[in-house]
């Protein structure tokens, strides 16, 4: 610190009122970037709002040509990638933070949660990249003709596939939300309180039993919120799902057939959109989305704040 | 005196150990493909060619990534700019002034901003810049990457100012120090490798961002001459060679996905090496 | 209950000492615990009362800096001795914490037979036998009989610490140990909490860690006095408190200091 003499009280009152307002309007910055998310995403949705209104949301005709457009495919593969995501990824990524709270020696855990973290920082476009040319081909020879003989009664693996599909998209969303649920779901289980477990052990339990007894159950809450937090990742992720959905506009039930996501197909169509109209309703796709992953983020935030155990109710 | 079902419960205490380590194990087991076919797949195409030229015409064999590099180093400076002092300013005024209801508000605004996918980004921008410039610019590239890493961090800084002890604040008010100064020249300054952590750990998302330039940045096979012209970066360009049809462009898709994942890599790694003595976390 | 309650010492307890990393909390300490009977361990704060409780139930074991060394014998058996399952001590040999801590996603039934349907024990008629045997123990049946299908967080911090004691019970331990189980409640609760320990000794060895000389005065037949970590003198409560051998003991059980 400088050893200047100290400023005069009246300016140093000045400088403070200046700092305070000069940081109030930078964090005050959030608020306006929403409005002006939402003012752009209705203004240049204007447009197709004004010609199919509610209509947009259940048509599914995609007919530049013609001037007919619908979002039902992409809100379709939207939820159908998401849940395919939540179905793979909910389960590892519980089994794995309850590994890395409760039962793992404790010289694995860091480097095992800095592999995963380092998981999470892979970007999305070399995700998809490798998915498009490592894993599809992988899937394509392995795994889908596996599925195919064992479950091929059943309409979502009925097909072949050529490659990009909506269940490639769901399995790169799985690996892509992980982390999340992993990371998210570390921290509630680590703020089960010790007395828990502790009596939990008092009474003999194995380490299985007190994880089952004494943490997951108190914890179901926080979880539950980690994994919507998972989905809103998932509903919102572009380019991996673009490069391996095959970016197709027909709902179809086989998931070795393509698709596409509200956000894949924006990414998609946004170089192909040549008059006002077009443009308007991948805006208006946007706001779709946007709703959506609005929506699901303030849910799973709620749950994750006002976790904080089973509700305490205290009676004398 | 053991229960009778002793054994069973000691089997399942393994059963599920072993359940819950294959899932760790298979959590990891993508990092470790994507590094292994990146490096076996594109580490040969990394030469001096790579990174001091320019791509060649469409079809012709060769050529490097050297705009897309330049490019990606542009477009994060320019999102610092944007992004680091209000987002860091920001972040001062949620941990040290304001009330709690209204900074509940803030945060809750942050946080659905961290959530806003990052395609919805550049169509905002899109509309906001790239349509009154009449075409795509390096400065839209940097202004979206820049509004993105704002509630990121802001939240950071927030976090890590919290963490300094109010009796530092108190210490230096007590003496006499202005508010504002006690906040920068103390407050700040002891978290200031927390604050440049969470603004290095930004660059890093940002820089592989990919979506929100497509709309903005527009990529470009050339130098770009001015902000005002549309600019290449490397995730771009990486998308752009990966989902064409030349086998030179996937083998230079390849190198470039290196060299931006070793990027990102290390910008994590370097970071978490840096606070390794602030690392105190409880397992 | 077993039938080597009728032997006289339900622990012996050899040379123990205790080891937080360079920390020597427990230093060396011998002595043999009553069968059914109520040992009381007192000492100032830090003196590693609670350590060298918890050292019965290998609860130690849940931390990693923790080093253990010498012998303790339930009823002849040696707990810490290899191919001894931690599991199967705390079986044997129950606790009580100072903070009450029933689960808060289960109902008071549910919190009391855990221990029992953990061990395998699906039957429901023997489990709301053992339910109603264990919660009358414990002074707690007459005020829940009704509800047993509330949540255990409803009940009030004492009955919930009462809960817990039930909860101890249900497996029927050959030993209870108690951590200041009194400690965090009022004077009303604490009454009952000892009136219900003076019942329990007819049935369960009970070691009772408590800072409160008077406590340990009123339930106990043992005392031990610890003092940073050592034993210092371990006789009949009535001989400490009346005329105990060593000064130190003196001083601390007539508040001289502590």
Not at chain 1, 104 to 116: E, G, K, V, Y
Not at chain 2, 57 to 74: R, S
Not at chain 2, 96 to 109: D, H, M
Not at chain 3, 121 to 126: E, L, N, Q, S, V
């Amino acid at each position: 610190m400088e050893t200047k003499s100290q400023p005069a009280q009246s300016s140093g009152q000045f400088g403070d009122r200046i700092f305070k307002w000069l940081t109030l309007l930078m964090a005050l910055v959030v608020f306006i970037l929403i409005g002006l998310i939402g003012y752009e995403l209705f203004a240049g949705s204007k447009l197709s709002l004004h010609k199919f209104g509610w209509h947009f949301l259940v048509s599914s005709d995609w007919d530049p040509m013609n001037d007919n457009y619908g979002a039902l495919p992409f809100i379709f593969g939207t939820l159908v990638s998401a849940v395919i995501a939540l179905i793979i990824a909910v389960p590892i990524s519980v089994a794995t933070a309850v590994y890395l709270t409760e039962l793992a020696p404790l010289w694995i855990r860091q480097p095992l949660i800095m592999f995963i973290e380092l998981l999470a920082a892979i970007p999305s476009v070399i995700l998809g990249f490798w998915g498009l040319f490592v894993m599809i081909p992988w899937l394509h020879k392995h795994l889908f003709p596996w599925l195919r003989e064992t479950l091929g009664f059943l309409p979502i693996f009925k097909d072949t596939d050529y490659g990009p599909c909506m269940l490639a998209a769901g399995i790169i969303l799985a690996i892509m939300v992980i982390p999340i649920v992993t990371s998210v779901s570390r921290e509630i289980l680590r703020s089960v309180p010790g007395l828990q477990r502790e009596a939990a052990y008092a009474l003999g339990a194995t380490r299985w039993e007190v994880t089952r007894i004494a943490v997951l159950s108190y914890a179901k809450k926080g979880i539950f919120g980690a994994v919507i937090l998972g989905l809103g990742r998932a509903l919102g992720e572009t380019m991996a799902v673009t490069m391996v959905i095959g970016n197709s506009s027909q709902i179809v039930a086989s998931l070795f057939q393509p698709g596409s996501t509200l956000a894949s197909w924006i990414a998609n169509q946004f170089t192909e959109a040549v008059d006002d109209l077009f443009y308007s309703t991948l805006f208006e796709l946007g706001l779709v989305l946007l709703g959506l992953t609005v929506l699901v983020n303030i849910i799973a935030q709620l749950l994750l704040k006002t976790f904080a155990g089973p509700s305490v109710k205290p009676q004398n | 005196m053991t229960a009778p079902n002793h054994k069973w419960r000691q089997c399942k205490d393994v059963l599920m150990q072993i359940i819950t380590l294959a899932c760790a194990i298979l959590v990891i087991t993508p990092l470790i493909l994507v590094f292994y076919h990146l490096i076996t797949q594109g580490f040969s195409s990394l030469n001096l060619n790579f990174f001091t030229h320019l791509p060649k015409a469409l079809g012709e064999k060769g050529g490097g990534m050297a705009n897309a590099i330049v490019g990606t180093f542009v477009l994060i400076c320019e999102a610092a700019v944007v992004g680091v002092p209000i987002g860091v300013l920001g972040g001062v005024y949620l941990s040290e002034y304001g009330g709690t209801k209204f900074n509940w508000w803030i945060r809750f605004a942050a946080d659905i901003l961290n959530g806003v996918p990052s395609i919805t980004w550049g169509v905002v921008v899109y509309g906001l810049m790239v349509v009154p410039m009449h075409g795509g610019s390096a400065l839209s590239g940097g202004v979206v990457l820049g509004m993105m890493m704002i509630p990121l961090v802001m939240r950071t800084t927030e976090e890590v100012l919290q963490l300094v002890p109010g009796g530092y604040r108190e210490a230096a008010l007590a003496l006499g120090i202005s508010q504002w100064k006690t906040i920068v020249q103390i407050v700040i300054r002891t978290a200031l490798k927390g604050i440049v952590t969470g603004v290095l750990l930004a660059l890093a998302r940002i820089a592989g961002e990919t979506a929100p330039l497509l709309f903005t940045a527009f990529g470009n096979l050339g130098w770009a001459h001015s902000l005002k012209e549309p600019i290449a970066a490397m995730p771009l360009q990486i998308y752009l060679y990966a989902t064409g049809p030349y086998e030179d462009w996937h083998r230079q898709a390849w190198a470039g996905a290196l060299v931006l994942l070793l990027l990102v890599l290390v910008i994590n790694i370097g970071v978490r090496f840096l606070t390794r003595d602030r690392f105190q976390q409880k397992i | 209950m077993a039938d080597n309650q009728n032997n006289s010492a339900a622990l012996n307890i050899k040379n123990l000492s205790v080891f937080f990393g360079k920390n020597h909390a427990v230093k060396n300490v011998s002595l043999d615990i009553a069968a059914r009977a109520v040992t009381a361990i007192i000492g100032p704060s830090g003196c590693g009362k609670s350590t060298f409780l918890r050292a019965i139930n290998r609860m130690h074991e849940l931390n990693p800096d923790v080093r253990m060394e010498g012998e303790i014998k339930l009823f002849g058996d040696d707990i810490y001795s290899k191919g001894v399952e931690a599991v199967v001590v705390r079986r044997r040999v129950g606790m009580v914490f100072q903070k009450s801590n029933p689960f808060p996603t289960m109902s008071i039934n549910e919190n009391v037979t855990v221990g029992l349907r953990l061990n395998g024990i699906r039957d429901k008629k023997i489990l709301s036998e053992r339910t109603e045997q264990s919660l009358r123990m414990a002074a707690l049946w007459d005020e829940v009989k009704d509800r047993l299908h509330a949540p255990a967080i409803s009940l009030s911090g004492g009955q919930q610490q009462r809960l817990c004691i039930a909860r101890a019970l249900a497996v029927q331990p050959e030993v209870l140990l108690m951590d200041e189980p009194a400690s965090a409640l009022d004077p009303l609760a604490t009454s009952k909490i000892e009136g219900l320990i003076l019942q329990l000794k007819k049935d369960f060895t009970i070691v009772i860690v408590t800072h409160n000389m008077q406590q340990a005065a009123r339930v106990s037949d043992f005392t031990a006095f610890f003092y940073i970590g050592e034993l210092v003198e371990f006789d009949a409560t009535t001989k400490i408190f009346t005329s105990p051998s060593k000064k130190q003991t003196e001083d601390y059980v007539t508040g001289r200091f502590g």
